[in-house]
């Protein structure tokens, strides 16, 4: 009898039909609107000064409103939010700072306190000194309130903490659950230069150290990203570049921390490196979780988030796996493909899908809903046309679909608002038009999710 129950028990689970697979989620087109009509138009390094790859954030959400940063055509820093879903863009114009630079590195950076309400500011540098300002405090946390004006920001400083910043690069703001908002900079130059990184807690910043050092062995690294789960693990993963010839960037690096950046552990857990004294460098035991070698087309600093479960992805660029190796890195990017890394957070096994998405010169965002279903917003350089990218979590991020593309208008690098995104279900792209001067946002309502 026992047996029997046994065996029909069996009959009927191999009767239930396994669920479908979700498929990857579509998007709904709510609105485009223009931010600016007057960017600044500045073409170099195939990028322009607004929308690159390394803006940590461009376009942020924080409290029910929305913030952007732009520079004008007459080279002022500009500050726009609007309150969501549907308000207006209000813009502050900063115009004690002028930029001569045309250099598309010198781009904006927002930080937002959730201590205590200010924004943050760092721009307008390329190995070179450093260009910070904030806000007084609870213009963010008080928006309805606070007086949104040019002389609700402090001047221009170019040091932070008693430290000397005379040569620097890529700021990128990171906030901690704790509500601790963090700072993370390269010192140096392309192809030998550190990770550094600045806390802001208290209406203070304090300097916590050096984190990741390449100049000892003659290299740099370029984040990916930086940025905390839900459980308070700092995540950073990076490519390392030998020689500031970008065709000697390699390899997937990844590095997690639990006390806010002071020790790191590699991808197994071990401690490897403490901030300040002991960093990680690239010859760093187990650091190293994928290997992609020199001249295949690999292109610094695409884009990292981490999901609700805690597994870091990671989009990066590079040549198929069948394709040649070549030292002509503008020949390699227009054979270069999307490819998806992840890593497990139990097993830590790192997963790896091509996709066949092209962006010749241009880098992608990619970002993650509520349920940790994927999005990427990617540009192409050759077409001008801006691509909407998704995948399922149910699918095991396998199945990677085009669900937009636009007429032939944008270029340069599109940014993802990845806490609108993550805690409204809503799509909000920071898009350069082609030419610089027009910057819209596209906003697209996610289904599927």
Same mark, same amino acid.
């Given at each position: 009898?026992?047996?029997?129950?046994?065996?029909?028990?069996?009959?009927?689970?191999?009767?239930?039909?396994?669920?479908?697979?979700?498929?990857?989620?579509?998007?709904?087109?709510?609105?485009?609107?223009?931010?600016?009509?007057?960017?600044?138009?500045?073409?170099?390094?195939?990028?322009?000064?607004?929308?690159?790859?390394?803006?940590?954030?461009?376009?942020?959400?924080?409290?029910?409103?929305?913030?952007?940063?732009?520079?004008?055509?007459?080279?002022?820093?500009?500050?726009?939010?609007?309150?969501?879903?549907?308000?207006?863009?209000?813009?502050?114009?900063?115009?004690?700072?002028?930029?001569?630079?045309?250099?598309?590195?010198?781009?904006?950076?927002?930080?937002?306190?959730?201590?205590?309400?200010?924004?943050?500011?760092?721009?307008?540098?390329?190995?070179?000194?450093?260009?910070?300002?904030?806000?007084?405090?609870? +213009?963010?946390?008080?928006? !309805? @309130?606070?007086?949104? =004006? *040019?002389? &609700?920001?402090?001047?221009? #400083?170019? %040091?932070?903490?008693?430290?000397?910043?005379?040569?620097?690069?890529?700021?990128?703001?990171?906030?901690?659950?704790?509500?601790?908002?963090?700072?993370?900079?390269?010192?140096?130059?392309?192809?030998?230069?550190?990770?550094?990184?600045?806390?802001?807690?208290?209406?203070?910043?304090?300097?916590?150290?050096?984190?990741?050092?390449?100049?000892?062995?003659?290299?740099?690294?370029?984040?990916?990203?930086?940025?905390?789960?839900?459980?308070?693990?700092?995540?950073?993963?990076?490519?390392?570049?030998?020689?500031?010839?970008?065709?000697?960037?390699?390899?997937?690096?990844?590095?997690?921390?639990?006390?806010?950046?002071?020790?790191?552990?590699?991808?197994?857990?071990? +401690?490897?490196?403490?901030? !300040? @004294?002991?960093?990680? =460098? *690239?010859? &760093?035991?187990?650091?190293? #979780?994928? %290997?992609?070698?020199?001249?295949?087309?690999?292109?610094?600093?695409?884009?990292?988030?981490?999901?609700?479960?805690?597994?870091?992805?990671?989009?990066?660029?590079?040549?198929?796996?069948?394709?040649?190796?070549?030292?002509?890195?503008?020949?390699?990017?227009?054979?270069?493909?999307?490819?998806?890394?992840?890593?497990?957070?139990?097993?830590?096994?790192?997963?790896?899908?091509?996709?066949?998405?092209?962006?010749?010169?241009?880098?992608?965002?990619?970002?993650?809903?509520?349920?940790?279903?994927?999005?990427?917003?990617?540009?192409?350089?050759?077409?001008?046309?801006?691509?909407?990218?998704?995948?399922?979590?149910?699918?095991?991020?396998?199945?990677?679909?085009?669900?937009?593309?636009?007429?032939?208008?944008?270029?340069?690098?599109?940014?993802?608002?990845?806490?609108?995104?993550?805690?409204?279900?809503?799509?909000?792209?920071?898009?350069?038009?082609?030419?610089?001067?027009?910057?819209?946002?596209?906003?697209?309502?996610?289904?599927?999710?």
């Amino acid at each position: 009898m026992k047996r029997f129950t046994a065996l029909a028990a069996t009959l009927v689970l191999l009767l239930i039909p396994e669920p479908a697979l979700a498929a990857a989620p579509t998007v709904s087109q709510l609105s485009t609107t223009v931010l600016t009509t007057t960017g600044r138009t500045a073409l170099t390094y195939t990028g322009y000064m607004n929308g690159e790859s390394f803006q940590q954030d461009g376009i942020v959400t924080f409290g029910g409103w929305q913030y952007s940063a732009f520079w004008d055509q007459s080279g002022y820093v500009n500050l726009s939010r609007r309150q969501l879903p549907g308000g207006s863009w209000q813009n502050v114009r900063l115009t004690d700072y002028q930029t001569t630079s045309t250099d598309s590195h010198n781009t904006i950076s927002i930080g937002i306190s959730a201590q205590d309400g200010s924004i943050h500011l760092a721009f307008d540098m390329h190995s070179s000194q450093l260009r910070y300002r904030r806000s007084v405090v609870g +213009v963010a946390t008080s928006p !309805g @309130s606070a007086t949104w =004006a *040019a002389s &609700s920001f402090a001047g221009v #400083v170019t %040091g932070l903490a008693g430290t000397t910043m005379s040569q620097m690069t890529y700021p990128q703001f990171l906030s901690a659950p704790d509500k601790t908002l963090q700072l993370a900079l390269r010192t140096g130059l392309s192809g030998a230069g550190n990770e550094v990184l600045y806390e802001y807690a208290n209406s203070a910043w304090t300097y916590v150290g050096e984190f990741i050092n390449g100049t000892t062995g003659d290299d740099n690294a370029y984040l990916f990203g930086i940025e905390y789960d839900s459980t308070s693990l700092l995540h950073a993963t990076w490519t390392v570049r030998e020689t500031p010839d970008a065709s000697t960037n390699h390899d997937l690096y990844y590095a997690y921390s639990r006390d806010k950046g002071r020790t790191w552990r590699n991808n197994a857990g071990t +401690v490897v490196a403490t901030t !300040g @004294s002991s960093p990680l =460098a *690239a010859d &760093s035991a187990g650091l190293r #979780v994928w %290997g992609i070698g020199q001249n295949r087309g690999l292109i610094n600093q695409e884009s990292q988030v981490v999901d609700k479960a805690g597994i870091v992805h990671v989009l990066a660029s590079h040549l198929p796996a069948a394709a040649a190796d070549t030292t002509n890195f503008t020949a390699a990017r227009e054979q270069a493909v999307l490819v998806h890394y992840w890593r497990d957070k139990a097993s830590k096994v790192w997963h790896q899908t091509y996709t066949p998405f092209l962006e010749r010169s241009a880098r992608g965002d990619i970002a993650v809903d509520a349920n940790d279903n994927l999005y990427v917003a990617s540009g192409d350089s050759s077409t001008r046309k801006l691509h909407i990218e998704t995948a399922s979590k149910a699918s095991g991020w396998t199945d990677w679909t085009i669900r937009y593309t636009s007429g032939a208008v944008y270029y340069s690098d599109p940014l993802i608002d990845h806490e609108r995104l993550r805690t409204l279900g809503v799509l909000s792209i920071f898009a350069p038009r082609y030419g610089g001067s027009q910057i819209d946002v596209q906003d697209w309502q996610v289904i599927g999710s």
